[in-house]
């Protein structure tokens, strides 16, 4: 209790504590911005394929473009005005502290609703993601939802398998910063090791190796003696092929182990929100399924633990910011195999679905006992049941709960509540109901560069009176006031002993010397809480529950091992500190990669609206790359004066950042090596290859933006410029950050 109560306390705990808040404040708010890019990016993704292929009508490119527009700082109309603020507070402070009817909405909407219903509720309405009282209400919501997803499924096998709005819930909630954490310290070394052997080839399949074998034979002799076999059980039977694969077998079964053992020992580091949802699947299927044995108990467990967490890591660790850049093509497919072993390891099936895989059983079978205990261990948590009781009182009793939504959500969220009203809230006398009813209906979506977050503060509109607060907690608890007088004394001895911290120098501690001592300083907080615990001691004593000749024995001890506590706890918190600081820089890092991608297609959008005839021709802001406006009509810039660059970059400069990925200069002569880039005309670069002290390029080439899009459409890694090869992602990031961010 004493530690939380950190706000009137100045020593260095109290500081830490409040940078680590301040760190966890700042995940949480980044991690819904990344979100929301994702969102963007994917929907983006699909359509960009279509302009390069030049199928996209008109009006669809500007519902693409509308997914880029900037936000506009000057434009509040779409503020709901004081009233509809307070009714909106009341509303979100109902969905927050009672999960069920948003555990009820996630299960009526459909696949197309649920991602922006996600987003509401993941990163908005329990946004705070390592505040306890929000991540406690959020998995009783999980509770629900999971409950009635057991209840209307009527086969066991396809419990938690398809893709409903119920697993899209249990994916994006491993999003969330501590989950991140989690994959990042567990799993980014190993997948870096793995990807740093370049030349590890660990394909198994039988018809691939042998595609290897031919094409190494042709190179060598212009000719192979092998034959393309017609199925894959015909390649495996050819003794070079087995010979191949048998040493790549036993190296793929050693580094599957060693991924699973570091998985194993990381039971304690594993987030507490995705053990609990563990523990519930078990709870609920022993429930539903008695009969159920405690392998097909693990496998739900294990599919929701590595299907939808950990394997999504492995298989694609540049997505989750585990390593830089793409991994190679073989680094890929060891991870691909990797994922797909542990999935069958989980699965418990009795046979691989691949049959290339059937090599890989003898890891299944020697590790199930393994990852049975591991799955079951993982359930082994407490309930947060009355802790979240007390925290719920506690927020009745607050006035300074506040989320930051956009009016969007807002909007989407009341849409929604409206349109199932019926089935959430039945009965007139509903609060869920009453609130709906007044705020009335749903507002249109606002413009996107007019969906600026909101600071809302909730609270109850049936609230609690302040007066009620001890009296429920004691009669519910068995709690007597000198409990609670008891409680806040030791709190407030902890307190001072931590603001004046040489009274903690003499053991045993004096608490009436502690008293006086603070009675008597120069502070006047100090002098206040000195008196005050004084009198409190007093009335211990008199009601029998401390005594002064014993020295306050019993109260002495507790508050000793709280100050050893709090003493560990500093510790912990400077190393949970050092921990995030590293996750919150991942998740800069991947909101910059967002950032980029979005750059790069709205150059390619805006010069391929700009040559169709399409968008807003006076709005500075939407034209392309190298284009400028004169009296609201788009003019192509035209002649040397208006090319932009060119700029020049080092082959150093360039080898460092990552963006060239290979080269065959010498690297005696690399300080002699420089790239030049310029923009003629909207979307074409020209980049040139110089040497030092010579007029001339030694190369140049002419390059299309939509060109770089369509190799990384097609995840082509590398761009080939004969002498080196520039990494496609990072070549692209490069073009749009020099010559875009010159027409902000």
Not at 186 to 207: A, F, G, H, M, R
Not at 321 to 330: I, Q, R, W
Not at 707 to 718: A, C, G, I, P, T
Request: net charge negative; charged share 25%; aromatic share 6%.
């Amino acid at each position: 209790m004493a530690a939380e109560q950190d706000v009137e306390v100045e020593d260095e705990l109290a500081k830490a504590q409040r940078t680590l808040r301040d760190m966890k404040s700042k995940i949480s708010a980044q991690s819904k911005k990344n979100f929301m890019l994702e969102r963007d990016v994917r929907f983006l993704d699909s359509r960009i394929a279509l302009l390069i292929q030049n199928r996209m009508a008109l009006d669809e490119q500007n519902e693409v473009a509308s997914h880029l527009e900037e936000h506009d700082d000057d434009n509040d109309d779409h503020y709901p005005d004081d009233r509809k603020m307070q009714q909106y507070g009341n509303l979100f402070f109902l969905l927050q502290s009672e999960p069920r009817h948003i555990a009820t909405l996630c299960r009526l909407v459909s696949l197309s609703e649920i991602d922006t219903l996600l987003q509401t509720v993941m990163f908005t309405l329990y946004g705070n993601q390592y505040e306890s009282r929000e991540e406690h209400l959020l998995l009783t919501m999980f509770q629900n939802v999971l409950a009635a997803q057991f209840e209307t499924t009527s086969e066991f096998t396809s419990l938690l398998r398809a893709n409903t709005p119920v697993s899209r819930m249990m994916t994006t909630y491993t999003r969330r910063g501590p989950g991140q954490s989690y994959l990042k310290s567990v799993l980014s070394d190993k997948i870096n090791d793995l990807i740093e052997q370049k030349n590890l080839n660990l394909q198994i399949n039988p018809l691939k190796v042998q595609e290897e074998i031919i094409e190494r034979s042709e190179m060598e002799n212009g000719v192979s003696r092998m034959v393309k076999s017609a199925s894959a059980e015909e390649a495996a039977a050819e003794p070079e092929v087995k010979a191949l694969i048998e040493p790549r077998l036993r190296t793929l079964i050693d580094i599957a182990n060693s991924f699973l053992s570091t998985i194993i020992h990381s039971l304690d580091q594993v987030p507490y929100g995705i053990r609990w949802i563990c523990k519930q699947i078990r709870s609920l299927t022993k429930r539903k399924y008695p009969d159920a044995s405690e392998y097909a108990i693990s496998s739900l467990i294990g599919g929701f633990f590595f299907l939808r967490f950990v394997n999504p890591a492995i298989v694609t660790p540049q997505a989750y910011m585990l390593v830089e850049g793409n991994p190679s093509n073989h680094a890929r497919t060891t991870l691909t195999l990797i994922a797909k072993m542990l999935q069958n390891l989980a699965n418990k099936p009795t046979y691989a679905k691949e049959a290339y895989m059937i090599p890989t059983n003898p890891f299944v079978e020697h590790n199930k006992a393994r990852i049975n205990k591991f799955l079951n261990d993982l359930c082994e948590v407490g309930d947060f049941y009355e802790s979240l009781e007390m925290d719920q009182y506690m927020a009745l009793s607050k006035k300074d709960i506040m989320i930051s939504i956009t009016p969007n959500e807002i909007y989407n969220t009341q849409a929604l509540l409206q349109q199932h009203i019926d089935i959430l809230a039945a009965k007139d006398t509903d609060h869920l109901r009453i609130l709906v009813t007044e705020v009335g209906p749903a507002p249109p979506q606002v413009p996107r560069k007019d969906n600026k977050p909101i600071e809302l503060p909730l609270f109850s509109r049936w609230e609690m009176p302040i007066q009620d607060l001890t009296t429920t907690l004691m009669s519910e608890n068995n709690i007597t006031q000198n409990d609670i007088l008891y409680m806040e004394a030791k709190a407030i001895f902890v307190q001072l002993i931590r603001s004046l911290p040489h009274l903690l120098a003499r053991q045993p501690l004096n608490l009436q010397r502690i008293a006086e001592t603070a009675g008597t300083a120069n502070d006047a907080q100090l002098v206040r809480k000195g008196i005050k615990v004084k009198e409190m001691l007093r009335e211990l004593e008199e009601a029998g529950v401390t005594d002064r000749r014993d020295g306050y024995r019993l109260l002495v001890e507790e508050i000793t091992q709280e100050m050893q506590h709090l003493g560990d706890l500093k510790v912990k918190v400077m190393e949970e500190m050092h921990s995030l600081e590293s996750v919150y820089q991942t998740i800069q890092d991947h909101n910059n990669y967002l950032k980029s991608q979005l750059e790069s297609y709205k150059a390619y959008l805006q010069n391929v609206r700009i040559q169709s005839g399409g968008g807003d021709k006076s709005n500075k802001k939407q034209v392309g790359i190298g284009v400028q406006v004169t009296e609201g009509k788009v003019k192509q810039k035209t002649g040397k004066t208006h090319m932009q660059g060119p700029v020049k970059y080092t082959h150093q400069q360039l080898e460092r950042e990552g963006i060239i990925a290979e080269t065959e200069v010498p690297e005696y002569r690399r300080s002699n090596i420089f790239l030049t880039i310029s923009s003629p005309i909207p979307g074409t670069f020209i980049i040139s290859l110089h040497y030092k002290g010579r007029d001339k390029p030694i190369l140049e080439i002419d390059l299309k933006l939509d060109d770089l899009l369509e190799k990384q459409q097609d995840n082509v890694q590398l761009l080939d410029l004969e002498y080196i090869k520039l990494n496609v992602s990072k070549t692209l990031q490069l073009l749009t950050k020099t010559f875009m961010s010159k027409n902000k």
